[in-house]
């Protein structure tokens, strides 16, 4: 049996960045005035922008983008293996790069499976974004769709 700690390992970290344990985090790069709460697992190829709060018990998948001043409530989910062939898809290349742009908001307990949501948008708690926002307002449900425009 081979046992690896969780921790801190090859991240670039901004400066006032506050991060609670224990969480996982590796290969990424937090943005300045960073917040990162306990249990959390971000992966190689992630950034999180200035200001951006990451909740409890979250999960950020490899090549996650999250822009300046987002929130991710507790619990969110993203995935970039979409399962297209009935199975984990081994091949990296073949995954989603996910782009959160700046000033979004993500309720507790979503989960994201969509390339892209735009600057300004607000997911709400448990919805599952299954196609990619473009276009700002508020979103809700499985699959998130559209309530209101902001």
């Not at 670039?12 to 506050?18: A, L, T």
């Not at 987002?70 to 970039?80: D, E, K």
């Not at 995954?95 to 607000?122: M, Q, Y």
Request: proline share 3%; aromatic share 6%; hydrophobic share 35%.
């Amino acid at each position: 049996m081979k046992l690896k700690e969780s921790g801190i390992t090859d991240t670039q970290v901004g400066k006032n960045v506050v991060i609670y344990s224990p969480v996982n985090i590796y290969g990424c790069t937090l943005g300045d005035d960073v917040f990162i709460g306990p249990f959390v697992e971000i992966q190689k190829n992630c950034v999180v922008g200035r200001q951006s709060r990451v909740q409890s018990h979250t999960f950020i998948c490899e090549n996650v983008n999250i822009g300046e001043n987002c929130f991710i409530g507790h619990n969110v989910t993203f995935a970039n293996d979409l399962f297209t062939q009935g199975a984990p898809n081994p091949d990296a290349s073949d995954w989603l790069h996910i782009i959160i742009e700046d000033n979004v908001s993500i309720g507790s307990g979503s989960t994201i499976l969509a390339e892209k949501i735009c600057s300004g948008t607000v997911i709400g708690a448990g919805s599952v974004v299954v196609k990619s926002i473009t276009e700002k307002g508020i979103y809700a449900g499985n699959p998130a769709r559209l309530l209101r425009k902001l």
